[in-house]
């Protein structure tokens, strides 16, 4: 079946503008995570959904950083008033109930903040 | 915060010969995975070891885990010109459902033809 799958690729933008990144995760997964990574380094958690429960947002690294998930399935990641700072590869995964431990990747969106 | 660190940072090999990642992690965990990055995108998963095992074998992958140590190897052997790729160990501290993965640093492998 489909993978889980993120847009845009790759987005480009001015400092202080808003940015929003879609997940689409694997059908019937119920859980999704967002992580960052910068440059050359390892992976960053952000946030994580799982069904119903209250997101852990243990991982944001700012107030200016928020992430929704409708109706259990795709999320968006918003960044509000980026900064250079923010550019970095930003990764989402999901996990099913069944094999809740292995986690699913997308290709990631590409973010530049000029 | 980055809880695994991961050696050697980056390793060059010729096709045929084994390669070993090793991982250092702090906490206690549930389990410790590998992943596989290629071209700095999406993440595959490789191969999960539970705390309360201390080899596993995929392929041509081979995982040791020593909680003592808090420590993990990676083996690939007979390694490929496509094994090349960035690896990743994560730790899970949760067992059996959704937890937020701890990811190392990352070793960078290149294996020349």
């Known amino acids: 079946g489909a993978g889980v799958s993120q847009s845009p690729s790759n987005k480009v933008t001015e400092k202080g503008k808003d940015v929003e990144l879609r997940c689409d995760p694997i059908s019937g997964h119920t859980a999704l995570y967002w992580y960052r990574q910068s440059l050359g380094q390892g992976l960053e958690f952000l946030i994580y959904?799982?069904?119903?429960?209250?997101?852990?947002k243990s991982g944001l690294p700012s107030d200016r950083f928020s992430a929704e998930r409708t109706g259990g399935s795709v999320s968006t990641l918003t960044i509000q008033r980026t900064q250079q700072e923010d550019s970095a590869v930003y990764l989402c995964?999901?996990?099913?109930?069944?094999?809740?431990?292995?986690?699913?990747f997308g290709p990631g969106t590409r973010l530049l903040v000029l | 915060s980055q809880q695994g660190e991961e050696d050697p940072q980056a390793l060059s090999i010729q096709e045929g010969e084994n390669a070993t990642m090793n991982c250092s992690y702090k906490?206690?965990?549930?389990?410790l995975q590998w992943y596989r990055q290629n071209s700095g995108r999406g993440l595959v998963h490789l191969i999960l070891i539970r705390s309360n095992e201390r080899e596993k074998h995929s392929g041509r992958l081979r995982v040791t885990l020593d909680t003592s140590k808090k420590s993990s190897s990676l083996l690939i052997t007979a390694s490929r010109a496509a094994d090349t790729a960035s690896y990743f160990c994560a730790t899970d501290k949760v067992s059996g459902t959704a937890s937020k993965l701890t990811f190392g640093t990352g070793t960078r492998l290149q294996v020349t033809l």
């Open positions: 959904f799982q069904g119903n429960s209250a997101p852990d």
């Open positions: 906490t206690s965990i549930n389990n």
């Open positions: 995964a999901s996990s099913s109930n069944r094999d809740g431990e292995t986690q699913y």
